[in-house]
C-alpha cells in the first residue's frame, strides 16, 4: 500500500473516532439542557397563568368587600334609614360602579330577607332567598362558579359579600363579573407556539374557557383525558397543599398527541391545563439531532479529502529528494536525475529536478498548513465556549426554577456566567422604567461595580443602561472607547459587551449585561442564548414579584383568622358549631369554662348529653326546627338541669353545594336581663302612679287657687287699682300655664301607658285646620305674621280623633309661631297614595342637624340654657309622635338651619271607627 494512502485511511479514522465522540458528547448534553428548558418552560407558564387567575379572583373578593363597607350598601339595608333615599343612593353607586369597572356586568343589593332591593338590572323585588348566592353571602364572601347570567345571557362570575350594619347582618351584596379578564388570561398564547393553548375546567371536567380548535365548549365539552384525570387525583390526594406536576405527553380531548400540564385553582376547584402538539413541543429536539447527524456524516467525509490532500503534499517531496540524492552529494544541484517509474522512487527522482521550486512549493503548501491549523483551532475554541456558556446557562435555568429570592437569584446567575470562563463578566441592575435603582449582583466585575451603580443610584445612567432603557439587545464592539465616563472602565479593555433588558409583559426590571474577549464571534446563536436567558429571567423575577404579593395576601388572610379566633374566644356568650347530628365541632372558651371541661372532653359529644344530661335530644331545641327548614331560630330555654335560663338562637350552616352541615349555637345567659326587666315594669308602674298622683294632687290646690285669683280679679272683693292688676294677671297667666304643663304630663303618661281613649269617627281634615287656624288667629295678628293654605279640596273624609288631631295641628303652630319673627306660616294638605299628608311650614330659624335626631324624644327641646327663648315641657312634639302612631301614620321634619322648618304628619285612611 502507497504511503499516500496509510496517511489517507490513518487521517480519516483517527478524525472520524474523534468528532463521533466529541459530538455525541455535545449532543448528549445539548440534548439534556434543551428538553430540561422545554418542560420548564411548560410548567412555568401554566404556574404563571394560575396564578394570575388566582390574584384576579382576589381581586373580585377585594371589590365586593369594598362596596359592602361602602354607606351606599349600608343604608340601603339599615332599616332604621330612610328606605327611598337608600335606594336611591345605591343605584347611584351601582351605576358608577359599572361605568369605571368594565368587568362587572351585574350588581345587586339584597336585602336580610333575600328580596332584591337594588340592581343594575330589572329584578329588584326578586325573591333570592333560596338561591346559594344569598345563602352563602350571609356567611362570608363567596365566589360562584363560572355560569351563564340569567339576566343578560353572558358568561360570568358571581361573588356575594355579606353587608353588616352596627355589627349585625343586614342583607348581601352580589356582583356578577364577566369573563373577559379570565378569558384574556387563558387565551394569551405567549410562550405556547402555534399549536399550544390554555384552558380551565370545572370540578366536573367541563370545560369553561375557549378552546382554540371548537366552537361553543363552555359547559359543554367535556375533557377526559390523562392530564384531567391526574389533577383530580391530586386534588383527592392533596386537597390544597402545594406539590409538584409534571409535563408529559398524552392524547388531549381531540385526540392528537401534546405535552400537557395541570395546575389549581383550590378556591373554585378549577383546573388549569396547558397543552401544546408534542410535534411542535419536541421540534427543536429533532432539529438538533439531525444537524449532529449532519456533522457526523459530512465530518468523515471533509476529513477524507482533507488527509488525502495532505498525504500528496507529504509524499511528493519525498519522491523528488529520492531522485535527487546522488546529485546533492555531488554538489551538483541543477543536475536532472528525472525517471519514468511509476513508483515512489520514480517519483522522487523526477522531483529533484526541480529542487528550488520544490522546496518553495513545500514551503506554501507549510504555510497553507499552518493557516488550517489556526482555522481549526479557532473553530474549536468557539465550539468550547459555547459548551462553557451552555452549561452556564443550564445552572442558571435550575436556579431559576428553584430560587425564590430575587437577591439570591441575580447573583447566582451573574456567578454561573462566568463560573465556566464562557464570559468574561457579568452584572445585573435591577430598576424600574424610570430609572429608579433596587438592586445589583455583579460576578469579576471587580469593586469599581459599587461606583458603578452608586452613579445609577444618584440618577447618573452609564451608557449602557441608559440605552437599556429604551432598547432591548444590542452590542457594544469596544467599549473602553465609548464608555470612559463608566465606573467600570478600567474592566472593559479588550472585551466585546452584550446588553439586554429584561422584560416580560410589557413590565420593566431591569438590565443585563455579560462580556467575552474581543476575539471571540458573537454570532447569531450567542446571542439568541442570552436573549433567552435574559427573558427567562425577567419571567422568574415577574412570578417572584406576584408570589411576594401573594405571601403578603397569604399573610393577611392568617391574621384575619387569629383575630378571628380571638374574637369567637373573646365573645361573653355559649357559642359551639354542631354537625346535624348534634355533635359539637368548635366551643369558645366561654362554653367551655361554664362546663369546666376542656376542649378535648367536648369535641365530638352530643350537645344534649353535655347540657341537658340527656341521652336524647331536648324537646324544646330550636336546632331540631334549623334542621327542618334550614333558617335561624331563637327560642328562650329554662332547662332545670341547666340551672338559668337561656336565650338560645341557632343558625344554619352549609358547604360550597349549599347543603346542611350544621349550625351554631349560640346560648345566652338572660337570668340578669329578667331580673331587669321585672325590675323596670316595677319601676315604670310606680313611676306612672306617682306621676299620675302628684299631677292630680297639684289640681286640687291649683283650681283653688286659679279660682281664687279669678274672684279677686273679677273685683268682686273690692276695687283694684292698675299695679294689683297687673300683678294678679301675671299670677293668672302663670297658673294657667301650670295648669296647661300638668294636663300634658298627663296626657303624656295615659299615651305611654296605653290608657288615652280615641275616639275614632270619620272627619274632614281641612276643617279641622281651619277651626284650628281661626283660634290661633289673634296670635298670629299679634306678630304681624300672615298664615297662608294651600288645601286639597279633593281630600275624602277619614277616620280620625278629631280632638287629637287638633291637638297636633295646634302643638306644630305654636312651634311655627314662636321660632316665626317675620314672613308666613303655610298650611299644605294632600293625599299620598293610601294617607292623609298635613304640612306646616314657616320661616323661621331652622334647626340644626343635630338637634333634628332628638327631636321627637321627651323633654327634649331645641334651645338650651341660655339659648332657650320659649318655654315648654319639651313633650309637645313626642305627644304629637303618639298620637300619630296611634293613627298609622308618622311625623317628621325637614329643615335647613337658618331657612325654617317644615313639620308633617300622615293619617291612614284604611282605619276604622272605633274606640281605642
Known amino acids: 500500500m502507497k504511503i499516500s494512502k496509510k496517511i489517507s485511511y490513518l487521517f480519516l479514522v483517527t478524525s472520524t473516532i474523534f468528532i463521533i465522540a466529541v459530538t455525541t458528547f455535545f449532543y448528549i448534553t445539548a440534548k439534556s439542557v434543551l428538553k430540561e428548558r422545554i418542560l420548564n418552560h411548560l410548567i412555568t407558564t401554566v404556574e404563571s397563568r394560575a396564578q394570575t387567575i388566582e390574584l384576579t379572583l382576589q381581586h373580585y373578593q377585594e371589590d365586593a368587600l369594598v362596596l359592602t363597607v361602602g354607606n351606599a350598601a349600608k343604608n340601603a339595608v339599615d332599616i332604621t334609614k330612610d328606605y327611598a333615599q337608600g335606594v336611591e343612593q345605591v343605584n347611584k353607586r351601582i351605576k358608577s360602579t359599572l361605568q369605571i369597572s368594565p368587568d362587572i356586568s351585574e350588581i345587586r343589593v339584597l336585602g336580610k330577607n333575600g328580596i332584591v332591593i337594588a340592581s343594575s338590572h330589572k329584578d329588584t323585588g326578586v325573591d333570592k332567598s333560596a338561591q346559594v348566592i344569598f345563602l352563602k353571602g350571609k356567611n362570608g364572601v363567596h365566589i ?76 359543554k365539552q367535556k375533557v377526559d383525558t390523562e392530564n384531567t384525570r391526574r389533577a383530580f387525583e391530586d386534588i383527592e390526594e392533596f386537597g390544597q397543599e402545594a406539590h409538584l406536576h409534571e409535563a408529559f405527553v398524552y392524547r388531549n380531548y381531540q385526540g392528537k398527541k401534546v405535552l400537557g400540564i395541570h395546575a389549581h385553582i383550590p378556591q373554585m376547584q378549577w383546573t388549569v391545563l396547558a397543552e401544546i402538539d408534542a410535534s411542535e413541543a419536541f421540534a427543536p429536539l429533532r432539529r438538533l439531532r439531525w444537524i449532529f447527524i449532519a456533522i457526523i456524516c459530512l465530518v468523515p467525509v471533509a476529513a477524507g479529502f482533507v488527509g488525502r490532500v495532505i498525504s500528496g503534499i507529504i509524499t511528493e517531496p519525498i519522491h523528488k529528494l529520492h531522485k535527487g540524492t546522488e546529485i546533492i552529494a555531488e554538489g551538483n544541484l541543477d543536475y536532472k536525475v528525472g525517471t519514468n517509474a511509476q513508483d515512489e522512487i520514480g517519483q522522487l527522482s523526477r522531483a529533484f529536478d ?89 460576578a469579576d466585575a471587580g469593586g469599581n461595580f459599587l461606583q458603578f451603580t452608586e452613579d445609577i443610584k444618584k440618577g447618573k445612567m452609564p451608557q449602557c443602561v441608559h440605552r437599556g432603557l429604551k432598547e432591548h439587545f444590542f452590542i457594544i464592539e469596544k467599549p473602553e472607547d465609548v464608555c470612559e465616563d463608566c465606573g467600570l472602565f478600567n474592566i472593559h479593555r479588550n472585551k466585546r459587551a452584550m446588553v439586554c433588558s429584561l422584560e416580560h409583559q410589557g413590565e420593566f426590571y431591569g438590565v443585563f449585561s455579560v462580556a467575552v474577549s474581543a476575539e471571540t464571534e458573537l454570532d447569531i446563536t450567542e446571542r439568541d442564548l442570552f436573549k433567552e436567558v435574559a427573558s427567562d429571567l425577567a419571567l422568574a423575577l415577574h412570578h417572584m414579584e406576584i408570589e411576594a404579593e401573594n405571601k403578603q395576601a397569604a399573610e393577611v388572610i392568617k391574621r384575619s383568622v387569629e383575630e378571628w379566633k380571638e374574637t369567637f374566644n373573646s365573645i361573653s356568650d355559649l357559642v359551639f358549631i354542631q354537625n346535624k347530628d348534634f355533635e359539637i365541632m368548635k366551643c369558645n372558651k366561654a362554653f367551655m369554662d361554664v362546663l369546666g371541661l376542656k376542649e378535648k372532653d367536648i369535641i365530638g359529644k352530643k350537645c344534649y348529653e353535655l347540657l341537658h344530661k340527656s341521652d336524647k335530644p331536648w324537646e324544646n331545641c330550636p336546632l331540631k326546627q334549623t334542621k327542618k327548614d334550614h333558617k335561624p331560630h331563637t327560642e328562650e330555654v329554662d332547662d332545670p338541669k341547666i340551672g338559668v335560663p ?20 349560640i346560648a345566652k345567659d338572660i337570668s340578669n336581663i329578667r331580673e331587669a326587666q321585672k325590675k323596670m315594669i316595677e319601676a315604670i308602674e310606680i313611676k306612672s302612679q306617682f306621676i299620675s298622683m302628684v299631677s292630680h294632687e297639684l289640681r286640687t290646690p291649683l283650681t283653688a287657687i286659679k279660682e281664687g285669683i279669678g274672684i279677686v280679679y273679677d273685683e268682686i272683693t273690692g276695687e283694684l287699682n292698675e299695679e294689683q292688676k297687673d300683678f294678679l294677671d301675671t299670677a293668672k297667666r302663670n297658673v294657667e300655664r301650670l295648669s296647661r304643663l300638668i294636663n300634658t ?58 280632638d287629637k288631631i287638633t291637638q297636633v295641628l295646634t302643638n306644630l303652630m305654636n312651634n311655627a309661631l314662636k321660632f316665626t319673627e317675620r314672613g308666613s306660616i303655610s298650611i299644605t294638605t294632600q293625599k299620598e297614595d293610601k294617607m292623609i299628608k298635613v304640612s306646616i311650614a314657616d320661616m323661621g330659624s331652622g334647626i340644626k342637624e343635630e338637634d333634628m335626631k332628638n327631636l321627637f324624644h321627651r323633654f327634649e327641646q331645641v334651645s338650651k340654657g341660655s339659648e332657650r327663648k320659649t318655654g315648654g315641657t319639651g313633650l309637645g312634639l313626642a305627644i304629637s309622635k303618639e298620637i300619630i302612631n296611634a293613627h298609622k301614620g308618622r311625623i317628621w321634619v325637614e329643615s335647613e338651619f337658618g331657612k325654617g322648618a317644615t313639620f308633617s304628619f300622615t293619617i291612614s285612611l284604611e282605619l276604622n271607627r272605633r274606640k281605642i
Open 745 to 802: 304630663v298627663l296626657d303624656f303618661q295615659k299615651l305611654q301607658a296605653g290608657k288615652m281613649v280615641f275616639e275614632m269617627e270619620e272627619n274632614d281634615i281641612n276643617s279641622i285646620v281651619d277651626e284650628a287656624s281661626k283660634e290661633m288667629k289673634p296670635l298670629f295678628e299679634k306678630k304681624k305674621l300672615k298664615l297662608e293654605f294651600s288645601l286639597d279640596k279633593s281630600l275624602p273624609k277619614a277616620v280620625f280623633d278629631r
Open 646 to 665: 337561656l336565650l338560645i338562637t341557632t343558625s344554619p350552616i352549609f358547604d360550597n353545594n349549599g347543603e346542611y352541615i350544621g349550625s351554631v349555637h
Open 354 to 442: 526541480e529542487m528550488t521550486e520544490s522546496l518553495k512549493k513545500s514551503t506554501t503548501s507549510i504555510n497553507k498548513l499552518n493557516n488550517e491549523i489556526d482555522s481549526r483551532k479557532q473553530a474549536q475554541e468557539k465550539t468550547q465556549h459555547l459548551t462553557m456558556v451552555l452549561r452556564a446557562i443550564s445552572n442558571v435555568n435550575q436556579l431559576i426554577v428553584q430560587e425564590k429570592n430575587p437577591d439570591t437569584l441575580i447573583r447566582k446567575a451573574c456567578e454561573e456566567l462566568v463560573k465556566f470562563r464562557g464570559y468574561k463578566y457579568a452584572w445585573i441592575v435591577i430598576m424600574n422604567k424610570s430609572g429608579k435603582f433596587i438592586r445589583a449582583a455583579q
Open 144 to 219: 360562584q362558579d363560572m355560569h351563564i347570567s340569567e339576566l343578560t345571557g353572558d358568561i360570568v362570575v358571581g361573588v356575594a359579600a355579606p353587608i353588616f350594619v352596627n355589627d349585625e347582618f343586614a342583607g348581601v351584596l352580589a356582583i356578577n363579573f364577566d369573563e373577559k379578564k379570565l378569558f384574556k388570561i387563558t387565551t394569551n398564547r405567549f410562550g405556547l407556539g402555534e399549536t399550544g393553548e390554555i384552558y380551565l375546567i370545572n370540578k366536573d371536567g367541563y370545560m369553561i374557557t375557549p378552546s382554540r380548535f371548537a366552537e361553543g365548549t363552555f359547559l
